[in-house]
T-cell receptor
Framework: GAGVSQTPSNKVTEKGKYVELRCDPI?????LYWYRQSLGQGPEFLIY????????DSGLPNDRFFAVRPEGSVSTLKIQRTERGDSAVYLC????????????FGQGTRLTVV | GNSVTQMEGPVTLSEEAFLTINCTYT??????LFWYVQYPGEGLQLLLK?????DKGSNKGFEATYRKETTSFHLEKGSVQVSDSAVYFC??????????????FGQGTILTVHP
C-alpha cells in the first residue's frame, strides 16, 4: 500500500473488554513497531518485530498486552481486560530494516476505554 | 537510561520569526538523531535526521546539528510560516544490539505561527 494503514481509526470499549488493533505496514518493510501516545506526551515504545518474530517487547506494560505478526506483514496488537489507563493513541510504524531510520508511521488508533 | 528532553511549549511566533526548539538526549553508544513532525490531523512524519556527530540534517528550511559534546540536536528555522504550525518531536534510536530499531521520543513541542 501507499502508507502504513491502521484500523480502526477510533475504538471505544468498555472497561474489562478485549480489543484488537490492526496494522498493515508498507509492502516489503520487514521491521514493524508499535508505540503508545498518551495525551500531551511523545510516543512510547511498546514492541518491535523483525519479520515474524518480536525482537524487542520490553515496552509492553504488562501481560494484558500482546502482539503478533504471523506472516511477517500485518500485525495485531491485542489488549485483554482493558483498563481506563489504556486509553491512548496506538501508533504503528514500519521500515525497510530494523534500524529506526526512516520509519513511516500510520495515523494511529485512538482507543478510549470507558 | 535513554531519554530525550525537549524545550517545553507551547511556542507561539509571528510569521517570518526565527525558531529554535532545544533538544538534549542521553543514550548509550552513538545513536542517530531525528526530528519528527505531526501536522494537525496527520500522522508523524520524519522531518530531518543526522546519523553521526557533527552531521547537519536539513529539510524544508529546518536545520539541526548533531552535537556529541553537548548531547544536543536543536531544531532551527530562520523564517517560519503559518504552515509550520505543528507538534515537533526530537527522537533518537538505540545504537546497536537487538533494540536498534527502537525510537525514544521527547515529549513534543507545540508550535503555533500567526500571520
Amino acid at each position: 500500500g501507499a502508507g502504513v494503514s491502521q484500523t480502526p481509526s477510533n475504538k471505544v470499549t468498555e472497561k474489562g473488554k478485549y480489543v484488537e488493533l490492526r496494522c498493515d505496514p508498507i509492502s516489503g518493510h520487514t521491521a514493524l513497531y508499535w508505540y503508545r501516545q498518551s495525551l500531551g506526551q511523545g510516543p512510547e515504545f511498546l514492541i518491535y518485530f523483525q519479520g515474524t518474530g518480536a525482537a524487542d517487547d520490553s515496552g509492553l506494560p504488562n501481560d494484558r498486552f500482546f502482539a503478533v505478526r504471523p506472516e511477517g506483514s500485518v500485525s495485531t496488537l491485542k489488549i485483554q481486560r482493558t483498563e481506563r489507563g489504556d486509553s491512548a493513541v496506538y501508533l504503528c510504524a514500519s521500515s525497510l530494516a530494523g534500524q529506526g531510520t526512516d520509519a513511516f508511521f500510520g495515523q494511529g488508533t485512538r482507543l478510549t476505554v470507558v | 537510561g535513554n531519554s530525550v528532553t525537549q524545550m517545553e511549549g507551547p511556542v507561539t511566533l509571528s510569521e517570518e520569526a526565527f525558531l529554535t526548539i532545544n533538544c538534549t538526549y542521553t543514550a548509550t553508544g552513538y545513536p542517530s538523531l531525528f526530528w519528527y513532525v505531526q501536522y494537525p490531523g496527520e500522522g508523524l512524519q520524519l522531518l530531518l535526521k543526522a546519523t553521526k556527530a557533527d552531521d547537519k540534517g536539513s529539510n524544508k528550511g529546518f536545520e539541526a546539528t548533531y552535537r556529541k559534546e553537548t548531547t544536543s540536536f536543536h531544531l532551527e528555522k530562520g523564517s517560519v510560516q503559518v504552515s509550520d504550525s505543528a507538534v515537533y518531536f526530537c527522537v533518537h534510536n538505540n545504537a546497536g544490539g537487538t533494540s536498534y530499531g527502537k525510537l525514544t521520543f521527547g515529549q513534543g513541542t507545540i508550535l503555533t505561527v500567526h500571520p
